[in-house]
């Protein structure tokens, strides 16, 4: 079964950085548009960021201009990085394939706070 593993979250003040990373098994990621989302707490999981196969990007509102997606085929590696980041951006942030082809990860916990 394919997978994907998330790393990089921790615990950052306001406005502070982090970079997340989604390592994927198989050979069909460079294939695949992919997606970060995040889970927070007693919230439904939402849609982050995505990135086609060709490195198209689109992004939620409330991210914009503060995170970027990218990718890496060659190291089956997708990336976030997060900039000013904001108590509201706390969560489990996870990633899949846009169709949710891979099993889901256990997600990397990202807490802002003073």
């Known amino acids: 079964q394919m997978q994907v593993v998330e790393s990089g979250g921790g615990l950052v003040q306001p406005g502070g950085s982090l970079r997340l990373s989604c390592a994927a098994s198989?050979?069909?990621?460079?294939?695949?548009?992919m997606v970060w989302y995040r889970q927070a707490p007693g919230r439904q999981r939402e849609l982050v960021a995505s990135i086609t196969s060709g490195g198209t990007t689109t992004y939620a509102d409330f991210v914009k201009g503060r995170f970027t997606i990218s990718r890496d085929n060659a190291q089956n590696t997708m990336y976030l990085q997060m900039n000013s980041l904001e108590p509201e951006d706390t969560g489990v942030y996870y990633c899949?394939?846009?169709?949710?082809?891979?099993?889901w990860g256990q997600g990397t916990q990202v807490t802002v706070s003073s």
């Open positions: 198989g050979n069909m990621f460079s294939l695949y548009t």
């Open positions: 899949n394939q846009i169709l949710q082809r891979y099993a």
